[in-house]
């Protein structure tokens, strides 16, 4: 079954305290992409990765690191969180004409 | 940039009434237009999808939606909605100078009574 994969589902962690939300794709998707998603705000891009190795800023990316080093895999890194990441987190990958497929998501609250 | 705007932030139908979410996009020329719903703890399902070609675009679920360019518009309609359809909805908007990147609208949630 083609899908993306998030884990975990729900994180609570302290202030300062390093964490990485992992996502794997197996559709072979170049591009991939992390969202998160706030009341109010709908949806807002944090980085993408148009490739292995090619990653770039979204619109919120402070506080925030990725990597791709595998076409499969897109980890979100925060080295440092502080309570206003604290949001629903989505990774994406997207497949063409279909648009995006998106993970499960991942719940974190941050104190 | 393109922006999107949903007007709406709640929405309440009966079961069984029509439905229609209104979405308003900004950008120049014909961007690429998706509705995606969201059900509560759930994950995005892409409803619908226009690129180009025919305006009036079927989805899943019964879902349609129609491209009114000299509007801006991309609206979502059901004729008869089922208690099953209370989830939120995100109109998204791409274009292709800014790559594969969606911009999303805020959301409206959509409340079913019976």
């Known amino acids: 079954e083609a899908q993306v994969t998030q884990n975990p589902r729900y994180l609570i962690t302290v202030t300062g305290k390093k964490l990485t939300v992992t996502c794997s794709q197996n559709m072979n998707h170049e591009y991939m992409s992390w969202y998160r998603q706030d009341p109010g705000l709908g949806l807002r891009q944090i980085y993408y990765?148009?490739?292995?190795?090619?990653?770039d800023k979204g619109d919120v990316p402070e506080g925030y690191k990725v990597s791709r080093k595998e076409k499969r895999n897109f980890p979100l890194i925060l080295e440092s969180p502080s309570p206003n990441q604290t949001s629903l987190y989505f990774c994406?990958?997207?497949?063409?004409?279909?648009?995006?497929?998106f993970g499960s998501g991942t719940r974190l609250t941050v104190v | 940039a393109q922006s999107v705007t949903q007007p709406d932030i709640h929405i309440t139908v009966s079961e069984g009434a029509s439905l229609e979410l209104r979405c308003n996009y900004s950008y120049g020329a014909t961007p690429y237009l998706f509705w995606y719903v969201q059900s509560p703890g759930q994950g995005l399902q892409l409803l619908l999808k226009?690129?180009?070609?025919?305006?009036l675009v079927q989805g899943i679920k019964g879902f349609e939606a129609e491209f009114k360019r000299s509007q801006s518009s991309f609206n979502l309609r059901k004729p008869s909605v089922h208690w099953s359809d209370a989830a939120e909805y995100f109109c998204a908007v791409g274009a292709p100078e800014y790559g594969n990147k969606l911009v999303f609208g805020a959301g409206t949630i959509l409340r079913v009574k019976s």
């Open positions: 226009y690129f180009s070609g025919d305006t």
């Open positions: 994406a990958s997207w497949a063409g004409a279909g648009g995006y497929t």
């Open positions: 990765s148009m490739n292995v190795e090619v990653t």
